[in-house]
């Protein structure tokens, strides 16, 4: 084997142990522009690789060469890039006159005098273009040239790998990120909370300009700017983008890539793309259980081609994010029921506390849940000494062989009874009323008991009163239906008496008369002290018979200024 093989299979296992010594993506770029001109003996060295688009090269790492010439413009159009990426090397030993070169005179500013290249091979299609440049005049040999193209498929390799690796590290942090996500979007319910942190997050661990979530509105039927980080205002407030493609598209459940946004027909606002610095922008939806209920949006500064990983990242995180939103909006509405539960309950309460009535809740166990104040205060008791425990024990008036709560378990929806106690001296009556009420908007069934006691000694005594005078009124009545039977009798008695009295001489008849008349006189008199009955006042008769007493149930004339002939009293 020659000399000049054995030394180009030493440096290429030289070149190889130190491209693949690292999984560094730029590393490895920077490690190949370096190494392989040292070993190979040329002054520069140059790698560019097909945008994720394969449409233009971009260059991605050099050696050897000033900014002013590297900056000079694209080299795409040249016939030796061309014929490279189509996977021949070419071989340009006068670069100044070597046909369809571009910009001739950075080359010979900068002093090129002879170009190798040749395609970097990335998953069986060429990726990009190794160059290597001397600034003296050089014939690239066959030997060379095919040595060449075999490191720089070499150096596609260690790229790919090292692409793979950080692809697969990106993964690992992305995961790792996903549970650090999940595990502070699991830590709060607020709503903002959450959606800050989404757009704060999400560009830290992907490396983003900015990013934005929007949320349907299904009341107004458009998207509402909710959450961002990175963006000016201006940019922000540019306008609604519901009508943009790519919008419609995200919300259609697809990611959306948009590698330029100052030229992409499916972005609306260019100009503020531009001016914003915006580049590229990843957009997917937010999804809740099959339901999109908005977008997030990432945003670059420089072109990206988003990988499947960074994708699928965003993708969880939306999903991630999504029910996290969805919970917080949950826990607000239950935040705002209970709120309205406790206001309600509040309320309740004010109103039981400013019955009169004493008011008790009683559970299925006969055990108290609630009271107003009107039983605290009138037994004399604080709320926290009485609740939970059984009311029987509690209720001063309890009787437990007619308890209205059994009345209640047996199936009455109401039912009432009069308990009689005693006040000091005075009788005191009071009313137990007990219904059932059944919980939570169920029709049927019995979940508590309400116990309402209310003294109704004023109503007892008033019925009586009321009686009392049914009674004297039936007397008043009855008496003066008597007087008016009586009194014609008796009139008609005292005249023929009276009569009789002036046409008798003798005196023991006289004297007869006299008594019989007397004793006229004395009914008459009753029978108009029984028209003049105002109250009711009864005696003892015979046994256990009464009898009203007309002399102390009459109204006396004279008290009421009155003489007994109806005159008034002087």
Do not use: W
Not at 130 to 157: D, H, M, S, W, Y
Not at 221 to 244: Q, T
């Amino acid at each position: 084997m020659p000399n000049k093989t054995i030394d180009f299979l030493h440096l290429f296992q030289k070149v190889t142990n130190m491209i693949t010594s690292t999984l560094d993506v730029e590393k490895v770029l920077d490690v190949i522009v370096q190494k392989v001109p040292e070993v190979l003996g040329v002054d520069a060295a140059t790698i560019r690789l097909l945008d994720p688009a394969g449409e233009h090269l971009l260059l991605v790492a050099s050696h050897g060469l000033s900014k002013e010439y590297l900056n000079r413009g694209p080299i795409d159009a040249e016939k030796s890039v061309t014929k490279a990426l189509a996977g021949t090397p070419v071989a340009i030993c006068d670069a100044v006159s070597y046909p369809h070169i571009q910009h001739p005179e950075a080359i010979l500013k900068e002093g090129i005098k002879s170009i190798l290249v040749a395609p970097i091979i990335m998953k069986a299609e060429i990726g990009g273009v190794l160059r290597l440049l001397t600034k003296t005049p050089r014939l690239f040999k066959n030997n060379e040239i095919e040595f060449v193209a075999a490191l720089a498929e070499q150096c596609g390799i260690a790229i790919e790998n090292a692409r793979i690796y950080e692809e697969q590290n990106r993964q690992i942090r992305y995961l790792k990120s996903l549970g650090e996500i999940g595990k502070a979007l699991n830590s709060t319910f607020q709503l903002q909370e959450v959606l800050d942190f989404i757009v704060a997050k999400i560009p830290e661990v992907m490396n983003l300009k900015g990013c934005t979530i929007r949320l349907f509105d299904p009341g107004k039927g458009h998207l509402n700017l909710v959450a961002a980080s990175g963006l000016s205002e201006e940019y922000l407030g540019r306008g609604s983008i519901d009508d943009e493609l790519s919008t419609h598209q995200a919300m259609m459940g697809e990611p959306v890539i948009i590698h330029d946004a100052t030229i992409d027909p499916r972005i609306s606002f260019q100009e503020n793309a531009k001016k914003e610095g915006v580049a590229s922008i990843l957009a997917v939806a937010i999804v809740v259980k099959k339901r999109i209920i908005g977008v997030l949006r990432l945003l670059t500064s420089e072109r990206r081609d988003f990988s499947d990983a960074e994708i699928n990242f965003a993708t969880a995180v939306a999903e991630q994010g999504g029910i996290a939103i969805q919970n917080a909006k949950n826990y607000g509405k239950i935040t705002k029921l209970i709120t309205e539960l406790e206001q309600n309950e509040d309320f309740l309460q004010m109103v039981i506390d400013s019955l009169y009535a004493e008011l008790l809740v009683i559970d299925l166990d006969h055990r108290i849940t609630m009271v107003n104040h009107a039983f605290l205060e009138n037994n004399d008791l604080k709320e926290n000494e009485i609740i939970g425990k059984p009311c029987h024990k509690v209720i001063k008036v309890c009787n437990l062989d007619d308890c209205p709560l059994t009345h209640i378990e047996k199936g009455k929806k109401t039912t009432a009874c009069i308990r009689q106690s005693k006040a000091g001296t005075k009788e005191k009556y009071l009313e137990e009323r007990a219904t059932s009420v059944s919980a939570f908007g169920k029709k049927e069934g019995i979940d508590f008991i309400i116990l309402t006691i209310r003294d109704v000694t004023a109503h007892i005594q008033l019925r009586e009163e009321h009686r009392t005078k049914e009674r004297l009124q039936g007397v008043l009545e009855m008496a003066g239906a008597a007087a008016h039977e009586l009194n014609t009798p008796v009139f008609s008695a005292l005249g023929t008496a009276q009569l009789v009295l002036d046409d008798l001489n003798e005196p023991q008849m006289q004297d007869d008369l006299k008594t019989i008349i007397r004793n006229l006189n004395i009914v008459s008199e009753l029978t108009r002290k029984m028209t003049r009955i105002t109250k009711y006042e009864a005696k003892e008769y015979v046994g256990d018979v009464k009898i009203v007493d007309i002399q102390k149930s009459a109204e006396d004339p004279v008290s009421k200024g009155k003489s007994s002939s109806g005159n008034p009293v002087n």
